[in-house]
């Protein structure tokens, strides 16, 4: 059966012509790692499958592809596939090349969100001040902030980072055996123009830290490729 029968606080059910999507009740509040539905090619704008030229007719159907919504014959956009990052609850159908794209994204959802929301403890140092504060860092539930809590708290809001750099240790030249030992972000806090420096170092007692480090890089490579479209 489908999990659609249970709607967590804040989300409502849509249904949209590719299916069913579960979305946060105010638009304004949708993860930055969202991505709009695409408009779909006009039938009459298509008259072959967009990937192996066969014509349609009444027994070669159309198909859109949910993700990037061109035009496909049923054998090169035959296969339902999750894509999470449009809130579909169920798998949905996807030409070869989107399908691969969004595997790799079912992975991030299935892995290393769960590891961003857990959260990592860092040395953190913000702006050019040079004493570190050791703080948990985790990415919030609806996907929006980085909260960090230590003895002070703050937040990051992640449409407001401009730039994430993965610092590395051990890095040999042949560029194998690096570690992620750091991150480096760049973000504009809520309310101002200026930008600011927050560096997040793993230490000696949270080694564990490093793999948060590089779900976020992973995260952060969504963010961007969904910017540049
Ligand atoms: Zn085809
Ligand atoms: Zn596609």
């Not at 638009?27 to 967009?50: I, N, Q, T, Y």
């Not at 296969?79 to 399908?99: E, I, N």
């Not at 040079?130 to 937040?155: I, Q, V």
């Not at 890095?171 to 570690?179: D, I, N, Y």
């Amino acid at each position: 059966m489908s999990s659609s029968s249970s709607v967590p606080d804040g989300k409502k059910l849509v249904r949209s012509p590719s299916g069913l999507r579960m979305v946060p009740e105010h638009g304004a509040f949708h993860s930055p790692f969202s991505l709009e539905e695409p408009c779909w090619v006009l039938d009459k704008e298509c008259s072959r499958c967009m990937q192996c030229d066969t014509k349609f007719d009444f027994i070669r159907r159309k198909h859109h592809c949910r993700r990037c919504g061109r035009c496909f014959c049923d054998k090169c956009c035959s296969k339902k596939f999750p894509l999470p990052r449009m809130c579909f609850v169920d798998p949905v159908r996807q030409c070869s090349a989107c399908s691969l794209v969004s595997q790799r994204e079912a992975d991030f959802y299935d892995k290393q969100v769960k590891l961003l929301l857990s959260g990592g403890t860092f040395s953190v140092t913000l702006g050019t001040t040079d004493k570190g504060e050791t703080m948990s860092c985790r990415l919030a539930n609806n996907h929006r902030y980085l909260f960090l809590d230590g003895e002070s708290h703050f937040e990051v809001e992640l449409t407001r980072i401009s730039s994430i750099q993965v610092l590395t240790e051990g890095s040999s030249p042949e560029g194998g055996g690096s570690r992620a030992s750091g991150l480096l972000i760049q973000y504009k806090p809520m309310g101002s123009q200026d930008a600011q420096t927050l560096r997040l170092d793993t230490t000696p007692d949270h080694k564990g830290a490093a793999h948060w480090l590089a779900a976020m890089h992973k995260a952060a490579k969504l963010l961007y490729e969904s910017r540049d479209q």
